[in-house]
């Protein structure tokens, strides 16, 4: 929609090994330390349960070194295909997306 012109935008690697990072901008004022938010891509191409099922696993692994999680969003087409909220060692806030 026009009202959310240049509100986001992503950078990808050109030969696609490197991660894309996506920055968007929110309606809510942060206030913690974090400027950024990070979207960790770690369920690429998959859908539905068998996407939540990856997120999951890769969840479990980030709880193991320390993250903690925060709140899992089920899929909601065709807006939100599910992700799960979490937080580093320090507080900073990223989902797995």
């Given amino acids: 929609p026009e009202e959310q012109r240049n509100t986001r935008s992503a950078i990808e ?4 090994h490197g991660p894309r990072l ?12 974090n400027r950024v938010h990070l979207d960790v891509r770690a369920a690429p191409g998959l859908q539905g349960e068998e ?39 320090e507080g900073n806030e990223f989902c797995l997306d």
């Avoid at 996506?22 to 330390?33: L, R, S």
């Avoid at 999951?56 to 089920?74: H, I, N, Q, S, W």
Wanted: net charge negative.
């Fill in 13 to 16: 690697d050109p030969d696609r």
């Fill in 22 to 33: 996506f920055f968007q901008q929110v309606p809510e004022d942060k206030v913690t330390k």
């Fill in 51 to 89: 996407r939540m099922a990856a997120l999951e696993v890769e969840c479990d692994r980030l709880l193991a070194l320390g993250a903690t999680r925060v709140r899992r969003y089920e899929p909601a087409p065709p807006m939100s295909v599910g992700f799960i909220v979490m937080t580093d060692p």
